[in-house]
Structure formats: structure tokens, C-alpha cells
């Protein structure tokens, strides 16, 4: 079973820190993706990598950087928190190759509170 | 700009009875079409997806059926059980780019 674990279930911050987001996959994927969900508006996706070092901006990338050092890993950075950025924030991985390529698994989520 | 669209925010159903979620969507170049479904306190999980080039896929109690002239896909849930409730989104994409574009969700209720 593909598993997809994010660092924290509850995130409480205040407005300005930098604030760090982990997900680690265990099944070897290439893509991994990095979403916010709000009420009314789904799921937006705000980064996404194609592989180690590799980043393209989603939908919603402003206030928003991520890291790929390794394979397993994306992480999520909040520059200055603002209270904005307040949402449940997920994070899904998803192999390549036509056919399964757009099945993502997901995490659990982080909701994160900025006050 | 949404180009994908549930514009039903919330269903409540009979236990047994069929549960029907509604899915539009604006971009003709989406060729594939996908069903998440999630619990509270936990990440999305694929339920079932169609290509562009069908009409109708089914899984179980599960069946999508995509319209592409109205730009339009639905899931059916027969028999509806309350296991069932959940927010459910649609999702589609084009090419082999891997991203997925949701629509809002509909919260699902089954009622016993």
C-alpha cells in the first residue's frame, strides 16, 4: 500500500513565521503535489515536482515555496504566515506513466491555523 | 476561473436508495475524469475514473457516467449505504501532465 505521511496533523503559527510543511512518500514516486482545501473551493493545487530539484507552480503559488532534495520528500514553506494561508493543506504523490499517472494518493493533511 | 464545477455543496440520501453526485465542466481539452472521496481527518482516496473516450465506467456500486457534448459527468451510488457519507470530488485532467484540476465537493449524507 502506498503510503503518504505529512509531518503534522495540527499546526498552530502566528503570523510572519516561516512555517515548514513535510511529506514523505514510501512507494517511489516521481510526481508530488502539494494542495490547499477550503470550503467552497476544493482542492487547489499550489506546487507540484516532477522529480528531485524539479518544481512548477501550481494554481495558487504565491506566499508559497517548496523543496525537493530527495525523492521521498516535498516540503512546503510558508515564507511570512499570514492569516490567509489558513486552511487544511494536503499533500498526494502519484507514479508516472500514462493510464495510472493521474491516480494521486494523499496524506492525511496538516490544518494549520495562522493567528 | 473554475473549469470544474459541483455545484451541489451537499446530498442527503435514504440508506438503500441511489445517491447521485453532479460534476461540470468548462475545458474540452480534459481527456480524463476521476472521483475522490473523503472522510473527515483524513487525505482523499481514489474511488473510480473514466477516460474521455468512454461513456460510462462501473466499479461495484459505483458507476460514472461522462457527457462529453454537455460537458458533464456523475456518479451513481447504488445502493447507498452510510458508510458512503463523505465529501466526494470530481477531478479531471488533460494529457499526461499529472495534474488534476477538483471541483469544490459535494458533502454526501446516507441517512439510515
Known amino acids: 500500500d502506498v503510503k503518504v505521511t505529512q509531518s503534522s496533523r495540527y499546526l498552530v503559527k502566528r503570523t510572519g513565521e516561516k512555517v515548514f510543511l513535510e511529506c514523505v512518500q514510501d512507494m517511489d514516486h516521481e510526481n508530488m503535489f502539494w494542495y490547499r482545501q477550503d470550503p467552497g473551493l476544493g482542492l487547489r493545487l499550489i506546487y507540484f515536482s516532477y522529480d528531485v530539484k524539479m518544481k512548477e507552480k501550481g494554481d495558487i503559488p504565491e506566499g508559497y515555496s517548496v523543496s525537493r532534495e530527495k525523492k521521498e520528500r516535498f516540503s512546503l514553506i510558508l515564507e511570512s504566515a499570514s492569516t490567509n494561508q489558513t486552511s487544511m493543506y494536503l499533500c498526494?504523490?502519484?507514479?508516472?506513466?500514462?493510464?495510472?499517472?493521474?491516480?494521486?494518493?494523499f496524506g492525511p493533511g496538516t490544518r494549520l491555523l495562522v493567528l | 476561473d473554475q473549469q470544474v464545477k459541483q455545484n451541489s455543496p451537499s446530498l442527503s440520501v435514504q440508506e438503500g436508495r441511489i445517491s447521485i453526485l453532479n460534476c461540470d465542466y468548462t475545458?474540452?481539452?480534459?481527456?480524463?475524469f476521476l472521483w475522490y472521496k473523503k472522510y473527515p481527518a483524513e487525505g482523499p482516496t481514489f474511488l473510480i475514473s473514466i477516460s474521455s473516450i468512454k461513456d460510462k465506467n462501473e466499479d461495484g456500486r459505483f458507476t460514472v457516467f461522462l457527457n462529453k457534448s454537455a460537458k458533464h459527468l456523475s456518479l451513481h451510488i447504488v445502493p447507498s449505504q452510510p458508510g458512503d457519507s463523505a465529501v466526494y470530488f470530481c477531478a479531471a485532467t488533460s494529457g499526461n501532465t499529472g495534474k488534476l484540476i477538483f471541483g469544490q465537493g459535494t458533502t454526501l449524507q446516507v441517512k439510515p
Open positions: 475545458n474540452s481539452m480534459f481527456d480524463y
Open positions: 498526494a504523490s502519484s507514479p508516472p506513466g500514462t493510464g495510472i499517472l493521474e491516480t494521486q494518493y
